[in-house]
């Protein structure tokens, strides 16, 4: 399974919103309610933001939303913060034919 | 409170094997209710899942990694390995282990230990 595609870099100044996308295939996002994102700042270990989809653990701000249309998936942060500047990873299952989990590319957030 | 935690050589020469291990605190690798991940991510590059296992027995392996990975666990010190043979200068990562929620509705990892750099060089 390919990676799943992520534009390499966005960016939005505080209090905007921005939009990463998340494109796969009909193989994986477009099948699966299995859809994750994740958040990385430099140096530190991915944290988990969304799952099935759309859903928020707790503790996560509710600046943060999901969407999915298709074969693509949408991570939304609203009211941007510096501390939003970080690295964006979404995550899907992609088992068509055997158990298989494949990572977007990553997407790199500035908030100017 | 659930953590993970991984340990391991930092440095492995070519064609070896990579061995790491994942120390679970706050949960128990046999309860039943999750999966345990590895997962890695080359300097400067994407996260890459390596494989899951289940307590059972029941272990998932990334496609391209199959044939040189292995994960197994410890119960009695609830840890899990990672066995990597044949390395090349390819499997020089960051190396994380993760809760994996697997299920009709589930596939994410949640959390994650804080990594643990691998060089392969010889």
């Known amino acids: 399974q390919s990676a799943l595609t992520q534009p390499a870099s966005v960016s939005g100044s505080p209090g905007q919103s921005i939009t990463i996308s998340c494109t796969g295939t009909s193989s994986d996002v477009g099948t699966y309610n299995l859809v994750s994102w994740y958040q990385q700042h430099p140096g530190k270990a991915p944290k988990l933001m969304i799952f099935?989809?759309?859903k928020r653990p707790s503790g996560v701000s509710i600046r943060f939303s999901a969407s999915r249309s298709g074969d693509t998936a949408s991570l939304t942060i609203s009211g941007l913060q510096p501390e939003d500047e970080a690295d964006y990873y979404c995550?899907?299952?992609?088992?068509?034919?055997?158990?298989?989990?494949?990572f977007g590319g990553g997407t790199k957030l500035s908030v100017l | 409170q659930l953590q993970l935690q991984e340990s391991g050589p930092g440095l492995v020469r070519p064609s070896e094997t990579l061995s790491l291990s994942c120390t679970v605190s706050g949960d128990s690798l046999s309860r039943g209710i999750y999966y345990w991940a590895w997962i890695r991510q080359p300097p400067g590059k994407g996260l890459e899942w390596i494989g899951s296992f289940y307590y059972s027995g029941s272990n998932y392996y990334n496609p391209s990694l199959k044939s040189r990975v292995t994960i197994s666990q410890d119960t009695s010190k609830n840890q899990f390995s990672l066995k990597v043979t044949s390395v090349t200068a390819a499997d020089t990562a960051m190396y994380y282990c993760?809760?994996?929620?697997?299920?009709?509705?589930?596939?994410?990892?949640?959390?994650w230990g804080q990594g643990t750099l691998v060089t392969v060089s010889s």
């Open positions: 993760a809760r994996h929620s697997v299920g009709a509705t589930n596939n994410w990892f949640d959390p």
């Open positions: 099935e989809d759309t």
């Open positions: 995550c899907s299952y992609a088992g068509s034919t055997s158990f298989d989990v494949i």
